[in-house]
């Protein structure tokens, strides 16, 4: 079992900044690819970025390249999500995932992902 809990979530004007940290606690972390999600109200939950278990692979959606960026610190047992040049269109609630793998892709579904955390609300004023 793994637990995630996701924070740095807020109100913040568009342009600005802010940081997301998911920690994770209860396996080994390095054993976990890393997934960030969002969903805004009325939509569906959509891919934000992923980050392989030793955070060598990258993966982003379209909407967010050259603005947000994922890392990762595995003796922290924590992923984070640095983003920049916010829009309103990235209001959403932000959610982490976890995904146990042995491979180094970055890459994959959300239905393969096997932990998730509670979200942490990001609100973008225009």
């Known amino acids: 079992q793994v637990q995630l809990v996701e924070s740095g979530g807020g109100l913040v004007q568009a342009g600005g900044s802010l940081r997301l940290s998911c920690a994770a606690s209860?396996?080994?972390?390095?054993?976990?690819?890393m997934g960030w999600f969002r969903q805004a109200p009325g939509k569906e939950r959509e891919f934000v970025s992923s980050?392989?278990?030793?955070?060598?692979?990258?993966h982003y959606a379209d909407p967010v390249k050259g603005r947000f960026t994922i890392s990762r610190d595995n003796a922290k047992n924590t992923v984070y999500l640095q983003m920049n040049s916010l829009k309103p269109e990235d209001t959403a609630v932000y959610y982490c995932?976890?995904?146990?793998?042995?491979?180094?892709?970055?890459?994959?579904?959300?239905?393969?992902?096997?932990?998730w955390g509670q979200g942490t609300q990001v609100t973008v004023s225009s």
């Open positions: 995932a976890a995904k146990a793998t042995l491979s180094y892709s970055a890459i994959y579904d959300s239905y393969d992902y096997d932990y």
């Open positions: 209860g396996r080994t972390f390095s054993y976990y690819a």
């Open positions: 980050i392989s278990r030793s955070g060598t692979n990258e």
